[in-house]
């Protein structure tokens, strides 16, 4: 069982930056991808960013490429987002998710999943 608990959500303004974070606990000796997804209200759930720990390159949704980074601390067990420009469309519950398995552009199959987060940007 992996549980995942998000941190970093809040209020800014557009243009402004915000860094979440997902702390867990999980297997690092096994491959696996963590991502990042958010939910805006009366919209469906949409895959922000990928990682794994296999070497892989990140994947990025193309509204946030350039805006959005993803990264982990193996050592904390802890993924991060930076967010920076945000933009008033960004507004979501922003969610991180896990599975044991390898990140592809396919964002499902994540069968563990933080609480989420609130992410508020005013224009």
């Known amino acids: 069982q992996v549980q995942l608990v998000e941190s970093g959500g809040g209020s800014v303004q557009a243009g402004g930056s915000l860094r979440l974070s997902c702390a867990g606990s999980?297997?690092?000796?096994?491959?696996?991808?963590m991502g990042w997804f958010r939910q805006a209200p009366q919209k469906g759930r949409e895959g922000v960013a990928t990682?794994?720990?296999?070497?892989?390159?990140?994947i990025y949704t193309d509204s946030v490429k350039g805006r959005f980074t993803i990264s982990q601390d193996n050592a904390k067990k802890t993924l991060f987002l930076q967010m920076d420009s945000l933009k008033p469309e960004d507004a979501a519950i922003y969610y991180c998710?896990?599975?044991?398995?390898?990140?592809?552009?396919?964002?499902?199959?994540?069968?563990?999943w933080g609480q989420g987060t609130q992410v508020t940007v005013s224009s």
């Open positions: 998710a896990f599975k044991y398995s390898y990140c592809t552009r396919d964002t499902g199959g994540f069968p563990f």
């Open positions: 999980w297997d690092t000796g096994s491959p696996y991808c």
């Open positions: 990682i794994s720990n296999v070497g892989d390159l990140p």
